[in-house]
């Protein structure tokens, strides 16, 4: 089993920036991809950002010049670092990760989309 956690969302002024992180536990053997999505309401849910197992990144257009994505492969946590915030930017956002976890009694790969619960991100004045 992997658990992802979010946390960082809340209230911001336009402008203003705020850094969400996403932390995977439980029984993990590796991540791969990690990536970043945001649905407004009555909106699609979006891609906002993923960066790969070897640290390659893409950011929406939207977002490109004032969101950041980064790891830190020792703790299996994600960032998005999100600057310049606008009250577009509103939305909820989800962390998703590619996970790789060991059957103990097979000692054979396991490959797990998970997602996370989403953290609200709020841009207003």
């Known amino acids: 089993q992997v658990q992802l956690v979010e946390s960082g969302g809340g209230l911001v002024q336009p402008g203003g920036s705020l850094r969400l992180s996403c932390a995977a536990s439980?029984?993990?053997?590796?991540?791969?991809?990690m990536g970043w999505y945001r649905q407004a309401p009555g909106k699609q849910r979006e891609l906002v950002a993923t960066i790969t197992s070897g640290g390659s990144t893409k950011h929406a257009d939207s977002v490109k010049g004032r969101f950041t994505i980064s790891r830190d492969n020792a703790k299996n946590t994600v960032y998005l670092q999100m600057n310049s915030l606008k009250p577009e930017d509103t939305a909820v956002y989800y962390c998703?990760?590619?996970?790789?976890?060991?059957?103990?009694?097979?000692?054979?790969?396991?490959?797990?989309?998970?997602w996370g619960q989403g953290t609200l991100v709020t841009v207003s004045s």
């Open positions: 439980g029984s993990i053997f590796s991540i791969n991809a």
């Open positions: 998703k990760v590619d996970a790789v976890t060991v059957v103990a009694e097979t000692m054979r790969y396991r490959f797990l989309e998970v």
